[in-house]
């Protein structure tokens, strides 16, 4: 098992930056793959990016190519979400899930994702 917290949401203006980190804690964190995903108000939940356990993959929605970098510290337990440029579409809670495997789905499926964090909002003003 392993338990995921997320920290560094907050308020931006338009075209800043944000970083947010997970943190996990319980079975290495070297064991799992990571994702992260987004809830809007009034919408579902959202893939936003993934990386493999060790690094080598990485995967981003459409919207986010480009602004957004996954990144992991297995040594520090913790993976990242490094978010420039950002824009009011972005506004959401984020959160992290990870898994060992994707149990039959894709990396870009909240099924595939067995372990979840509580979430942290990031609200970017116009």
């Known amino acids: 098992q392993v338990q995921l917290v997320e920290s560094g949401g907050g308020l931006v203006q338009a075209g800043g930056s944000l970083r947010l980190s997970c943190a996990a804690s319980?079975?290495?964190?070297?064991?799992?793959?990571m994702g992260w995903f987004r809830q809007a108000p009034g919408k579902e939940r959202e893939f936003v990016a993934a990386?493999?356990?060790?690094?080598?993959?990485?995967w981003y929605r459409d919207s986010v190519k480009g602004r957004f970098t996954i990144s992991r510290d297995n040594a520090k337990n913790t993976g990242y979400l490094q978010m420039n440029s950002l824009k009011p579409e972005d506004t959401a809670v984020y959160y992290c899930?990870?898994?060992?495997?994707?149990?039959?789905?894709?990396?870009?499926?909240?099924?595939?994702?067995?372990?979840w964090g509580q979430g942290t909002q990031v609200t970017v003003s116009s």
């Open positions: 990386i493999t356990w060790g690094g080598a993959g990485t």
């Open positions: 319980g079975r290495p964190f070297s064991s799992y793959n």
């Open positions: 899930a990870c898994a060992v495997d994707y149990r039959g789905g894709t990396v870009r499926e909240e099924v595939s994702y067995p372990y």
